[in-house]
């Protein structure tokens, strides 16, 4: 074997242990996300039930309710699967939540369509946050994103004397028209509140302008912040999930945002 092929054999075995060494080093420093996923059905009221899709991560740090948009209706199959809005914002990204670190339980609506700012629907909500309680005793936020904001101020609002609840979320809210966030009473909140808007949001009843109404009725809480982000992709009905209003393109960037606030503002 003459000399230059055995110095190309050298440096092609170099080049083989180099690489070899950094996928070690990639496999080594990679976390795994390690979680479970269950069905849950609860008997809330006679005849009556409230299914969710539960992931629970090792050692949760807190829970979060996600309320959809629209009509709230996922249609939750007995197996887990979700089968309608499957796009929302919160429940297309409700793994990234569960690798943040949270229990992430994903509420469908009541087996009797209640709506969600009777004190029924509410009542529903606690039973879930009462079993979230039970499984795991770690704070229980309430996180809701354009319609389902409406359930999440709803229930924080029917329940502000009650320690149960941690923390509200609300993203993309409902500013204009029925089941705006601001017809409530939200100076009843006790409770840290994050809002999170896109700043080109299109949609009629979600508008950016409004946003310091929301702020401003907020008279109550020990901490509040609005975190307003740009960017994304727009396709697509406005007030959808692949507009900016459903954080399209950029949804990894919220969920690390809200994910660092809530940790932060987090209390047994």
């Given amino acids: 074997m003459g000399f230059f092929e055995k110095l190309g054999r050298l440096a092609v075995l ?18 795994v996300f390690a979680a479970t996923t269950t069905t ?25 309710i996600l309320f959809s948009g629209g009509d709230g209706q ?7 699967d979700i089968r309608a809005s499957k796009n929302n914002f919160l429940v297309r990204t409700r793994d990234q939540w569960a690798a943040q670190g949270f229990q992430v339980a994903v509420v469908d609506m009541p087996s009797d369509g209640a709506e969600r700012d009777s004190y029924r629907y509410a009542q529903d909500i606690r039973y879930v946050a009462e079993f979230l309680k039970k ?9 809701g994103t ?49 809002v999170v808007h896109h700043r080109n949001d299109g949609c ?28 994304g992709n727009d396709s697509g009905n406005p007030c959808e999930a692949m507009a900016h209003h459903g954080y399209n393109g950029i949804e990894s960037v919220v969920v690390q945002k809200v994910s660092d606030w809530v940790k932060a503002h987090s209390t047994h």
Avoid: Q
Avoid at 14 to 28: A, D, G, M, P, Q
Avoid at 74 to 80: A, E, N, T, V
Avoid at 177 to 182: L, Q
């Fill in 40 to 64: 849950n059905t609860l008997p809330i009221r006679p005849g009556v039930t409230e299914r969710f899709v539960l992931i629970t991560p090792d050692h949760p740090v807190a829970s979060l």
């Fill in 146 to 194: 354009s319609r389902g904001t409406t359930s999440a101020a709803s229930v924080s609002v029917k329940f502000a004397v009650d320690s149960l609840f941690n923390g509200v979320v609300l993203t993309s809210s409902i500013l204009d028209g029925v089941g705006r966030v601001t017809e409530f009473d939200l100076s009843r909140i006790n409770v840290p509140v994050l």
């Fill in 135 to 143: 499984k795991s005793n770690i704070p229980v936020w309430l996180v």
């Fill in 204 to 231: 009629h009843v979600t508008p950016y302008a409004l946003v310091p109404t929301l702020l401003g009725l907020l008279s109550s809480v020990p901490v509040k912040e609005l975190i307003t982000v740009e960017g």
């Fill in 74 to 80: 996922l249609r939750i199959s007995d197996h887990g």
């Fill in 14 to 31: 170099s080049c083989l242990s180099l690489i070899v060494r950094i996928l070690l080093i990639s496999c080594v420093s990679v976390p």
